[in-house]
């Protein structure tokens, strides 16, 4: 099951119309796969699987988990299409609090919380809704933090080649806060800084006052 997502399945199926992921998973098997797997997860954890309440949840969390799991078949080509311009702009280009929901990999349980980009430009921009469609492409996949926020950069250095990239993501995660440690308020930061975020200090602090600016 770990190795075969649902998405990655149906993606993969010959003949899988060029449709958006949620709407394919509904036609295709691998969803009935997936389904046939929670509906024994069920039984293991005590359910009776045929009671009326859970009937449908099998199907139900195959197509969530789809849903979830969709940026896998995203390519960064596709998220940015041609929303690139030329444009001589040297300044700081910063979007905050993008929201983001993810799903950590280690126990399949939301994380969820907020990014923040910004990147120096070098002669090329990009259309602003594209940040947050990048950070999408990236949450919804099975994570963790570290590596979607160093993804993120990554992604935008690719497309832009700036002059410098910073991401902060900032998340709850329910791993933390529903088992475990049981650390309601505790939120996770993680920062990736390339170019003149990393190599200039004015830069970084002038970045990171603006990540953190909601904060006191
Ligand atoms: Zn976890």
Not at 14 to 19: H, K, R, V, W, Y
Request: contains cysteine; glycine residues 6%.
């Amino acid at each position: 099951m770990s190795n075969t997502p649902v998405n990655k399945r149906s993606a993969a199926a010959p003949l899988a119309p060029a449709l958006h992921p949620s709407l394919q998973l509904a036609e295709e098997t691998p969803t009935d796969a997936y389904a046939g797997l929670v509906r024994e997860q069920l039984a293991l954890l005590g359910e009776d699987p045929q009671r009326e309440g859970l009937l449908k949840t099998p199907e139900r969390v195959a197509k969530a988990m789809g849903f979830m799991t969709r940026g896998y078949s995203m390519t960064l080509s596709d998220v940015v299409g041609d929303a690139l311009f030329e444009e001589q702009h040297e300044n700081m280009v910063m979007v905050r609090d993008i929201e983001l929901y993810s799903l950590c990999e280690h126990h399949l349980l939301p994380f969820f919380g907020k990014a923040h980009i910004a990147y120096i430009p070098n002669s090329r921009i990009v259309g602003l809704s594209k940040l947050p469609r990048i950070v999408d492409m990236f949450a919804r996949r099975l994570q963790v933090q570290e590596r979607l926020t160093e993804q993120v950069a990554k992604a935008i250095e690719e497309v832009l080649q700036p002059r410098g990239v910073g991401v902060v993501i900032e998340a709850f995660h329910m791993c933390m806060m529903m088992r475990g440690v049981e650390k309601q308020n505790s939120r996770t930061i993680t920062s990736a800084l390339r170019g003149v975020f990393r190599d200039d200090g004015k830069t970084r602090d002038e970045f990171l006052r603006l990540a953190y600016a909601s904060h006191h």
